[in-house]
């Protein structure tokens, strides 16, 4: 390694907290951090997957579904906390905001999803900057798209657009978004090469006092048929999904999974390899869990196919 990349490497740690003890061993990061030593991953067995309400909903509506999301060795119980929750707000409130039931999801149209899933990129880009199929529409300034390699094997995922995601139509701006650029570089990868980042909503949803909040299940259901058609013509090779939100939303999984049932594990999603990780955002707030995010980055290296 040259002088410059190990001094970026190490700023890379320092940003995400890891210092001297989260190095890894992982083959691929070794090539480039030298002093390498990964954690153990404390992982515990986790409960079955509860009943996947969303997944049915989509599936009635002709949605994609998980193709496997079979249960495997789980990590600690801890809690993910979506981006648009307010530092201020504590955990009892973010359980409340998190999630409307799922029975108040209405599918959406099965034309629609048809016609959505025939959609090239552009057209896809187009259809989304008009939209209105959900009442996020009403408040925004820009959709948010997504933004980086079109074709990137690696794709992350996190809930909707905040405060300056709106204004600016692109998603993690601002220090949420340097952290992601450290998490990428990390990995070898940055925004725009091999990497792609979306979120589940393309609006951003503001609660009465105009604060961010979590989309509710309704407008999760109108709007994943886009990113469902994103990841189609993508093709990746690995899913992150940032925060819980993000997971139970592309897993189809009910919004009471029980965290430990997301993270520590490798899910499928139509046989793409999905891992859970903490949102930005909530890393920004409790830097110690920088560990654990660590933690799911190896795990996605290890089960990401170079080709
Ligand atoms: S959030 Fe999605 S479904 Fe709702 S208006 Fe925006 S683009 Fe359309």
């Known amino acids: 390694m040259n002088p410059a990349s190990a001094v970026q490497q190490l700023r890379v740690f320092d940003e995400m907290g890891l210092g001297p003890l989260w190095l890894s061993k992982h083959p691929v990061l070794a090539e480039t951090t030298e002093t390498a030593e990964a954690p153990e991953t404390a992982v515990s067995a986790g409960a079955e997957v509860e009943q996947p309400e969303l997944a049915e909903v989509m599936k009635q509506s002709g949605q994609m579904t998980p193709a496997d999301t079979a249960p495997v060795a789980t990590a600690a119980d801890e809690l993910l906390i979506p981006e648009s929750v ?47 199929q959900c009442g996020l529409c009403q408040g925004r300034a820009n959709t948010v798209f997504g933004v980086g390699d079109s074709a990137a094997p690696w794709l992350f995922v996190g809930e909707g657009p ?106 499928r999603l139509n046989g793409i390899p999905l891992v859970v990780t903490y949102h930005p955002a909530y890393l920004l707030r409790k830097p110690a869990d920088k560990a654990k995010a660590w933690q799911d980055l190896c795990l996605a290296l290890d089960h990401f196919s170079p080709e």
């Not at 108040?104 to 099965?110: I, N, R």
């Not at 990995?187 to 609660?207: E, F, H, M, S």
Request: with cysteine; glycine share 8%.
């Open 162 to 267: 905040g405060y300056n995601e709106n204004l600016q139509g692109e998603p993690f701006v601002g220090a949420a978004g340097q952290l992601l650029d450290n998490m990428l570089r990390a990995l070898g990868i940055a925004r725009g090469q091999r990497a792609y980042i979306a979120n589940i909503v393309k609006c951003r949803p503001t609660d009465d006092n105009g604060r961010d909040r979590p989309p509710s299940a309704e407008e999760v259901a109108a709007c994943l048929p886009y990113l469902q058609r994103q990841i189609a013509l993508i093709q990746p090779r690995m899913i992150i999904a940032l925060g819980k939100t993000a997971a139970v939303s592309l897993l189809g999984m009910s919004p009471e999974t029980p965290v430990g049932q997301l993270r520590g594990r490798a899910h």
């Open 86 to 132: 307010p530092a201020s707000t504590d955990d009892s409130i973010v359980e409340e905001l998190m999630f409307l039931p799922v029975a108040d999801v209405q599918p959406s149209d099965s034309s629609r999803v048809s016609r959505i899933q025939s959609m090239d990129w552009q057209t896809l880009q187009t259809e989304v900057a008009s939209c209105q």
